[in-house]
């Protein structure tokens, strides 16, 4: 399968952005899509992630409440939209999807085969 994502952009804090995960060659139907993100000088991080079949949905403390992962089956697309954005959140977002995760690998990237290619977003204060 392959992903595309889109969406980032410059945003002041307190703005929104929505960005977008779009697969081809294969539907998500029983993938987990999850959205990552990598700031200069730091490691990759688990941001959020849905399991397509069940709409279960993941989420790291840093974002609850502000981010909300969902899926659109018609367009074979997942979204992440983002809230009340902080300049903490500026970073490389990358969508990534696998077809047989268990829930405790969800949150690590190494778990992930497939990865579109990033997305920036910059938020600034």
């Known amino acids: 399968v392959q992903l595309q994502a889109s969406g980032g952009g410059l945003v002041q804090a307190g703005g929104y952005l929505r960005l977008s995960c779009a697969a081809s060659?294969?539907?998500?139907?029983?993938?987990?899509v999850g959205w990552f993100r990598q700031a200069p000088g730091k490691e990759r991080e688990f941001v959020a992630a849905i399991r397509w079949s069940s709409r279960i949905t993941y989420y790291t403390d840093s974002v609850k409440g502000r981010f909300t992962i969902s899926r659109d089956s018609d367009k074979d697309t997942v979204y992440l939209q983002m809230n009340s954005l902080k300049p903490e959140d500026t970073a490389v977002y990358y969508c990534?999807?696998?077809?047989?995760?268990?829930?405790?690998?969800?949150?690590?990237?190494?778990?992930?085969?497939?990865w579109g290619q990033g997305t920036l977003v910059t938020v600034s204060s």
């Open positions: 060659g294969r539907t998500f139907s029983s993938y987990v």
């Open positions: 990534a999807a696998d077809s047989s995760l268990i829930q405790s690998s969800i949150r690590g990237w190494s778990h992930y085969d497939y």
